[in-house]
């Protein structure tokens, strides 16, 4: 994995501004995603993650006039994800700015889809979402969700982690639904779970509410930790979450 544990502002982007909201539900307005993406890049933010929550939802493609305005002023490599359906839709968004991509429900529908963007663009390109919520009628105990969590399969997480992994996936974007925007920190045992199956970086997401819930998310195995709302809010700098996770003996970069 990296050497280096990475702290990564999320923007979670619905008609061309940042919302959030709790358990991703009742979404409120946070700002302007390229003015925020900026704002987070100049506080050392090592990457910038852009989903574009109502996409999916909406069947529609990510909106590319807002990536590209956000590529032109950040100099961090930006990921993106929303929407994404096609190998087309990677060139395209390749086009605008993005360094990776993220998939969550179309790779669902269509595994394939995996293994396309894998081959044409390098695995490095590819970060698979998973949007997780805990479920007792699965091996694991965590299933995954598709439309912005709103639609439950019958999938067990860590087994559809492993299955993208062999199918190209380049890296892991855990989003936990039960922890999202509750600010009572990251679901750790998923983390470690997710650890255990993965040969790819790990990213932790959902949960973060405090300096101290940083930390305690690598040392369960996570090579990066995403965060919203407590970007969002100027309730944490990406300095003080960097400070109190090197303070943990984590290198950062």
Avoid at 7 to 16: E, K, M, N, Y
Avoid at 103 to 121: C, H, K, T
Avoid at 134 to 154: I, L
């Amino acid at each position: 994995m990296t050497l280096t544990s990475r702290v990564i502002p999320c923007l979670d982007v619905a008609a061309g501004r940042v919302v959030k909201g709790v358990n991703f539900e009742n979404l409120r307005d946070m700002g302007d995603p390229v003015e925020l993406a900026a704002h987070y890049a100049a506080q050392g933010a090592d990457e910038i993650t852009f989903l574009d929550v109502t996409a999916t939802v909406d069947a529609r493609a990510t909106t590319y006039e807002v990536v590209q305005r956000t590529a032109e002023h950040v100099f961090v490599p930006l990921t993106v994800g929303g929407g994404v359906r096609s190998v087309e839709d990677v060139a395209r968004l390749q086009g605008v700015g993005a360094d990776k991509v993220g998939v969550n429900s179309a790779a669902i529908a269509r595994p394939e889809l995996i293994g396309e963007i894998a081959d044409r663009f390098g695995a490095q390109v590819l970060v698979l979402s998973l949007d997780v919520k805990r479920a007792p009628t699965t091996a694991s105990g965590f299933v995954v969700t598709t439309h912005g969590g709103r639609t439950q399969t019958s999938l067990d997480a860590l087994e559809w982690a492993r299955e993208a992994i062999e199918r190209g996936a380049g890296e892991l974007l855990v989003n936990s639904i039960d922890a999202d925007g509750t600010h009572d920190g990251f679901d750790l045992e998923l983390v470690r779970l997710m650890r255990e199956v993965s040969s790819v970086p790990v990213i932790a997401s959902g949960g973060a509410g405090a300096v101290t819930d940083f930390a305690p998310a690598i040392q369960a195995g996570a090579d990066a930790v995403l965060a919203a709302s407590v970007f969002h809010s100027g309730a944490l700098t990406v300095g003080e979450v960097k400070d109190a996770m090197s303070a943990e003996g984590i290198l950062v970069r």
